[in-house]
């Protein structure tokens, strides 16, 4: 009698991060994910380029745009969520910029078995900051930078438990806005960063 009530009580508790969505043909591996679970994650993007024109000098720029995240299952399998997101760019070795903001985001989970999922996302943000540009040695010209943001991403996602979710795949990052000067007048600006994002998050 004991352990019926036990095996009852284990059954009314509700487990919306624990069934993630066991089935019983693929047994221990993440199936679906389901309304109501919420995740939240680590990660970014790193770009590293190398240019060279000629006999000049190559020109070796490196940028990259990640942060924190928090993302909520609407329905199964289909999340929405906000970021909180840090940029650094390096355009050359005498200028760089800077820039904090955050993006609004959804998600979709194909499963492809095995406790992985193919997850497209899509994301629109906007980003604020400065570029540095140094017009001779020891002094800086400051102009302030601000940015609408446009995030696309197909990663792969891997749960190796009910608790935790890994992904890394490619990531395109496009950035539209303008660059004003102290004092002067302000000129318009797109850049498009891509590469392999990585990050990690916890389910519950």
Sequence with gaps: MKRALACLALTATPVAAD??????????KVTAVQKGVKEIDLGGIFVLSHNRSGEADGVTRISTIGGAGFQYFLKDNLSVGA???????????ESYSTAFGGALFASL?????????LRPTLGIGALFGSQKTE??????????????????????????????VLQAGPEIDISVGRTTPDGGEGESFMNVSGGFG???????
Excluded: C, E, K
């Design 135 to 164: 017009t001779m040695p020891g002094q800086l010209m400051s102009a302030s930078q601000a940015s609408g943001l446009i995030r696309i991403a197909l990663p792969f996602a891997y749960f190796p438990g009910s608790r935790v």
């Design 109 to 117: 989970h194909a499963r492809l078995g095995l406790g992985a999922f």
């Design 83 to 93: 970021q909180f997101l840090v940029s650094y760019d390096r355009q050359s070795a």
């Design 198 to 204: 990585v990050s990690a998050g916890y389910v519950f």
């Design 19 to 28: 069934t993630l969505g066991a089935n019983p043909r693929d047994p221990g």
